[in-house]
């Protein structure tokens, strides 16, 4: 008898009859003898709904009220979903955040776990109940609800597995697996049968969308083995763990993340602290930069450009306009037209001209690049959002197209 962690996301639990539909088959794998804890996020469209409405209240508005308002999609679905396990004749019961309990810090709308209490989930499982888990959201050490940041679901479902040291972790979304690129974007995109934590890692921070960053660090981290299934459809999947003698392919994945904003700071004083005091400054507010680089100082001035989320735009704005003149440097601009294109591979840190193979095609399609980074196993290059799915496709044909 195996115990398996099973998450939900929100298109599983869409409606009453997808619902449904996941009951049983939670059901179906309890009655093949193993223990199940479900991890549920809210229904399609919910969270987004709640936040639009903390928007039209105040745009920039207290996190913990945000909090409040936001973890509230996911306690209809627990219950729901209790109940329709319930009609199939099963034992279960749902538990929020703060009744496992799973205790966070405060960072309010991305807090990170700090421990997952097992003593309520392994009573539960002893009686014989399925325990349905609220995704996404925790408690800090106060007693205020948190939440995790959006995809927090996945984390939960990870650091739930992690706790239990459960046999399996499976993710079922709407897609059956880890695919090379985003299917939608390129039609020769295909399935990995498995995945390393380090090349998912990789895939999620570049804008993969089957799991959140996160959730790859913490199973990385405890080396729980991730299943990435479809909801809709039976087969296929993609296993994320670590094995002895896996196959490093090159480029195993390209990958494209729309969710990126330039912010560019110019005629910044070239003097030792000033590159520290600017970074500081966003990280106090708890604003996390992705890609930076400085131009070379002329007269004793250079530029700093950087990248954030489009989420974090405005307030990284802020944050700079309000120490500018504390640093002496010009004018604050920013740019949402952009995005991160990236080629993810663990063959990449040993294989000479991978990065130059990655400019040549972007150059061969008219595609300027604006800004790199890279890292042992990736190459990311920021160019204007128009050219993103163009790029996904070049770069697929270049480094996938005959694997």
Known sequence: MALIVQKYGGTSVGDPDRIKNVARKVV????????????????SGETNKLVVLVNKIAEIHDTREYDQVVSTGEQVTIGLLTL?????????RSFLGLQVPIVTDSA????????????????????GVIPVVAGFQGVDEKGNV????????????????????????????????????????CETARRLDRVSYDEMLELASMGAKVLQTRSVELAKRFRVPVLTLSSFTEGGGTLMK?????????????????????????HVPDRQGIAAR???????????????????????YTDITFTVTKADLARAQKTVEGIIGELGAGKVRTDVNV?????????????????????????????????????????????????????????????????
């Open 28 to 43: 179906d794998r309890k009655r093949k003898g193993d223990s199940v804890v479900v991890v549920a996020s809210a229904m």
């Open 84 to 92: 329709a396990i319930q009609a199939l004749g099963e034992k279960s």
């Open 108 to 127: 309010h709308a991305k807090a990170r776990i700090l421990r997952v209490g097992e003593e309520n989930l392994r009573k539960a499982l002893a009686e």
């Open 146 to 185: 948190t939440t995790l940041g959006r995809g927090g679901s996945d984390t939960t479902a990870v650091a739930v597995a992690a706790a239990l040291k459960a046999d399996l972790c499976e993710i079922y979304t709407d897609v059956d697996g880890v695919y090379t690129t985003d299917p939608n974007v």
């Open 242 to 266: 670590e094995e002895e003698g896996m196959e490093s392919l090159v480029v195993s994945g390209v990958a494209a993340d729309r969710n990126e904003a330039k912010v560019t700071v110019s």
């Open 278 to 300: 600017l970074f500081q400054a966003v990280a106090d507010a708890n604003i996390v930069v992705d890609m930076i680089v400085q131009n070379v100082s002329e007269s004793g």
């Open 339 to 403: 995005a991160k294109v990236s080629i993810i591979g663990s063959g990449m840190h040993s294989q000479p001209g991978v990065a130059a193979q990655m400019f040549s095609s972007l150059a061969k399609e008219g595609i300027n690049i604006l800004m790199i980074s890279t890292s042992e196993i990736k190459v990311s290059c920021l160019i204007e959002e128009k050219y993103a799915e163009l790029a996904v496709r070049a770069l697929h044909a270049t480094f996938l197209e005959n694997g």
